[in-house]
C-alpha cells in the first residue's frame, strides 16, 4: 500500500486487462435534468468495468454566474471540464507514484483555461467556440527526486484519458427524441 493505493490490487487488474482486454473497457455516463435558466442537476448511470456492472449513485448541480444569466450557485460546465482534466492528472500521477514506490506529503494540481464567449454568442464571425488553450501546474512534495516527479507529470498525462481526449479530439454523436407534452 502506498499513497493509501493498494499496488497489488493495482498490478492483478493490469495482468488481468492484459490477459483479456476486454476487462479493461470500460463504458461512464450521466444524465442531466434541467431544473431552471442555466441550472441543471447530473446524475450518474451505471458503469461498465469489463463485463461488470458498477452502481454509481452521485448528482451534482451545474450554473452559470450571474454575468452569464445564471444563479452562481454551482460550477459551470467549463469548470467541470477543467476540474475533470485536472482530477485524471491527479489520478495518474498519484498511482504512478504509488507504482514507483514515492510518497507523496502533498499534491494540488490547478488548471486554467479562457475562452472567448463571442464565439459561443454567435456574436463575432469567426471567434473561436473552444478553449484556445489550457494550462496545468502540479505542486508536490514527497521523497520522488525532481527527473522521478517530470516522469511521473508526463505520464500522468500522457496516460490520462481526459487530457487525451481534449488534446486528439473525439467524435461526438447525437440524436434528438421529442417529447409531447
Known amino acids: 500500500m502506498r499513497n493509501n493505493i493498494s499496488v497489488s490490487a493495482l498490478s492483478e487488474f493490469v495482468n488481468e486487462v492484459k490477459e483479456k482486454p476486454e476487462e479493461g473497457v470500460s463504458s461512464f455516463g450521466v444524465e442531466l435534468n434541467w431544473q431552471s435558466g442555466t441550472r441543471f442537476v447530473v446524475n450518474t448511470l451505471p458503469m ?5 456492472k458498477v452502481s454509481r449513485d452521485f448528482s451534482w448541480v451545474i450554473d452559470e454566474p450571474r454575468q452569464l444569466l445564471g444563479t452562481n450557485h454551482a460550477p459551470n460546465p467549463s469548470e467541470y471540464l477543467l476540474s475533470a482534466l485536472g482530477a485524471c492528472i491527479s489520478v495518474g500521477f498519484t498511482v504512478g507514484a504509488s507504482l514507483m ?3 507523496l506529503e502533498s499534491l494540488k494540481v490547478s488548471v486554467k483555461g479562457q475562452i472567448d464567449l463571442a464565439g459561443f454568442l454567435g456574436a463575432r464571425e469567426g ?3 473552444a478553449f484556445e488553450k489550457i494550462e496545468y501546474e502540479i505542486e508536490v512534495i514527497g521523497d520522488g527526486t525532481p527527473e522521478q516527479f ?3 507529470r508526463e505520464k500522468a498525462v500522457s496516460h490520462s484519458p481526459n487530457a ?3 488534446q486528439n479530439g473525439v467524435d461526438i454523436q447525437g440524436s434528438l427524441k421529442i417529447g409531447e407534452s
Open 48 to 52: 461498465e468495468v469489463g463485463p461488470h
Open 101 to 103: 514506490e514515492i510518497q
Open 127 to 129: 471567434a473561436p467556440i
Open 150 to 152: 517530470e516522469i511521473l
Open 164 to 166: 487525451m481526449t481534449i
